[in-house]
């Protein structure tokens, strides 16, 4: 897998990003609202950089289905969400693709009486949005590729990752390969399964 940012640069990137949330927030408490799953391995070294007042809760979002690198519908779940009241919200997420998830999460939160609502992505990627909504704070703009690691998935591996790599189309076709296997694999023991019984 080819590297894109590493682990270091990735560092450098947080550390920016936390001054610059700062530098406007000043040192009031903040209202961290991550959003699952790729967001977490941002906020848990976001948090650890913002000094001051910290608060953290989360909302879930997916536009992906399965082994798929372009978005389909998209799924919301705000029930994890605490009162906004008059709180100062930073909206995390991992990246801003075409933009439909950080508008609808935006819209969403506007709504809940909160002081002041921002937004937060480690990435954009370039000539992709279809909305008019940019980030507050994005730390890095990279180009239109499928990217992994530092919590960014692809069917749900390689979040793990410490760095982030480009997954090439030989690994997105291998990938996609054995999920087929699989679904036919689980077919054929339900349909002896069923043969067994009948
Ligand atoms: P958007 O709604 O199109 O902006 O998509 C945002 C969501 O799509 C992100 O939170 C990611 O979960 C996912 N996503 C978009 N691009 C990538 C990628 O290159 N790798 C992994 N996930 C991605
Ligand atoms: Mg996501």
């Known amino acids: ?14 550390d920016r ?3 610059e949330v700062r530098a406007v927030v000043g040192g009031r408490p903040l ?14 070294d976001l948090i650890r950089r913002l000094e001051g007042p910290v608060q953290v809760s989360m909302v879930w ?3 992906y ?17 605490p009162d906004l009241t008059g709180q100062d919200v930073l909206l995390v997420d991992d990246i801003f693709d075409t933009g439909r998830t950080l508008e609808a999460l935006l819209e969403e939160l506007g709504r809940r009486g909160a002081a002041s609502v921002r937004s937060l992505v ?4 370039e000539g992709r949005a279809e ?11 990279i180009p239109d590729e499928f990217v992994v690691g530092y919590g960014l998935d692809f069917d ?27 679904t036919r694999a689980a077919s054929a023991a339900a349909c002896q399964d069923a043969d067994g019984r009948g």
């Open 1 to 14: 897998m080819r590297v894109l940012l590493s682990s270091d640069e990735l560092s450098a990137g947080i």
């Open 31 to 44: 209202t961290i609202v991550g959003v699952l799953t790729g967001s977490i391995v941002l906020v848990a």
């Open 17 to 19: 990003l936390a001054t």
């Open 65 to 81: 289905r399965g082994t798929a690198t372009r978005p389909g519908e998209l799924e919301l779940r705000l029930d994890l969400l």
């Open 156 to 182: 749900g591996a390689w979040r793990h990752l410490p760095y982030l790599g480009v997954l090439g189309e030989d690994e997105i076709a291998a990938t996609r390969a054995a999920q087929v296997a699989a």
């Open 131 to 141: 909305v008019a909504t940019r980030p507050d704070f994005v730390g890095f703009d």
């Open 61 to 63: 979002a997916s536009s």
């Open 122 to 125: 480690l990435l954009a990627k």
